[in-house]
């Protein structure tokens, strides 16, 4: 398996409330990133991050904001959750150097009520 | 906002069907992907294509990128079983960039 561990695998939340989803990887890869997946929008990406406390915004960032504070880690911030944010985040990484695709966590199953 | 059109969004087949699905956009890429994402799971890569024109395999897996740069097909021969899922195309705009677009999804329905 390539190294990439998403936490926690599903949360339920309500909704104003702040939630953290962690994406951690052992592959020292430089590029990380966090898309949602909702039925008919395929995946869509939040936000990602071309090293250490370097990010930048992609085509759905509203209401999101990541750190990443060190090379392994990832961390995708609700502040306040609303119920339009509930979906199926995925983090994936992908090597410095080339382009050989991304490496998909397992997802985590966000519910906001 | 989305720029890939995948289809078709679903398909129902019979096992041992041939399945054929593209991906088409008014952009050029320079890369297609193809993923398959099982149940549970994150997107798996299958096929990766880098040049105009380049035709690959994969056991029962072809795909292609497309001669204009801006459609790609994934074939599946003598289907069976395990190929069912939700397969996504995927490609990048500019030469060496390490984002993807990604199309909406097909979802393959194989009856035993």
Redesign the interface.
């Known amino acids: 398996d390539a190294g990439i561990t998403q936490s926690p695998r599903h949360k339920v939340t309500e909704t104003g409330t702040p939630v953290t989803l962690r994406c951690h990887q052992t592959e020292n890869h430089r590029?990380m990133?966090w898309?949602r997946q909702d039925p008919?929008?395929?995946?869509?990406?939040i936000h990602?991050s071309?090293g250490v406390k370097d990010t930048d915004k992609?085509?759905v960032s509203d209401g999101y904001s990541v750190s990443r504070s060190k090379t392994e880690d990832f961390l995708l911030t609700l502040e306040s959750a609303t119920s339009s944010q509930t979906s199926v985040y995925?983090c994936?990484i992908?090597e410095s150097t080339g382009?050989?695709?991304?490496?998909?966590?397992?997802?985590t199953r966000l519910t906001v009520v | 906002?989305?720029q890939l059109n995948?289809s078709p969004?679903s398909m129902f087949i019979q096992e041992g069907e041939d399945v054929s699905m593209n991906c088409t956009s008014s952009s050029i890429f320079n890369?297609w992907?193809w993923?398959k994402q099982d149940p549970?799971?994150?997107?798996?890569?299958l096929i990766?294509l880098y040049k105009a024109g380049e035709l690959t395999s994969n056991g029962r897996l072809t795909a292609q990128f497309g001669i204009t740069r801006k459609d790609s097909f994934l074939n599946i021969s003598a289907s069976i079983p395990s190929d069912v899922g939700i397969y996504?195309c995927?490609g990048?705009l500019i030469q060496?960039?390490?984002?993807?677009v990604?199309?909406?999804?097909t979802r393959l329905t194989i009856n035993p």
């Open positions: 590029y990133y898309y008919g929008h395929g995946l869509r990406l990602y071309y992609g085509e995925f994936a992908s382009f050989y695709g991304y490496t998909f966590g397992s997802g | 906002g989305q995948q969004q890369t992907l993923y549970g799971e994150g997107p798996v890569l990766a996504f995927a990048t060496g960039a390490q984002k993807l990604f199309g909406q999804g």
